[in-house]
């Protein structure tokens, strides 16, 4: 049975609250930002910095400030782009490495603290919960964006309406929730 509408207001209200909580606090820690660019950096050729902001969604103007101060304690290096030299590659140093293990390290502990009183398989569902969440908000994005790419007359008002398996969407096919 589908959740009622007062349950899923519900749900949005406390993930609303818990992301704007989660948002104060990457703004007032100093880590923050600097974990999640250092968290990016991933490829060891490097990463652009306007990839970087993509990735975190956040301006050019921020990964810049992060990045030269990342680079001024010896976190990551800064090179050219030998593909554009308009631009540049930044990548993890060693101490960089060491750096974003510690913060994360921070970042675990601090979370560990908010369930510290929970039992285990609470921290288990809640997990495979906000997992499970991500994949069917990202399936419900794919179906929109194919959907939204079909001529308007071809649009049905009932989404399944008419669709054979090949157009079921792979992630729901057999499956029964």
């Known amino acids: 049975m589908s959740p009622n ?3 899923v207001e519900r ?4 993930l609303f609250t818990l992301n704007a909580g989660l948002d104060r606090a990457r ?5 923050a930002g600097r974990l999640s660019v250092l968290q990016v950096l991933t490829a060891p050729e490097g990463e652009r910095p306007s990839d970087i902001a993509n990735t975190l969604q ?10 030269q101060e ?3 304690e010896g976190f990551v290096a800064v090179t050219r ?3 554009d030299h308009r631009s540049c590659l930044v990548s993890l140093t060693t101490r960089g490495c060491e750096e974003m293990r510690r913060l994360q390290e921070v970042g675990v502990a601090r979370f560990a603290s908010f369930v510290a009183g929970w039992d285990t398989s609470d921290v288990v569902n809640l997990t495979r919960l906000l997992e499970r969440l991500e994949l ?8 929109e964006a194919r959907r939204s790419r079909r001529p ?3 649009q049905d008002s009932a989404p399944d309406r008419g669709r054979g398996l090949a157009d079921a969407d792979p992630g729901t096919v057999g499956e029964s929730r």
Do not use: Y
């Not at 956040?58 to 990045?67: A, D, G, I, N, Q």
């Open 58 to 67: 956040v301006s050019r103007s921020l990964v810049t400030r992060h990045v």
């Open 11 to 14: 749900m949005v209200i406390a």
């Open 152 to 154: 308007r007359w071809a």
């Open 81 to 83: 782009d030998p593909a």
């Open 70 to 72: 990342l680079e001024e």
């Open 5 to 7: 509408r007062a349950v």
């Open 136 to 143: 069917d908000k990202h399936a419900t994005a794919q179906r």
């Open 27 to 31: 703004r007032e820690s100093p880590g």
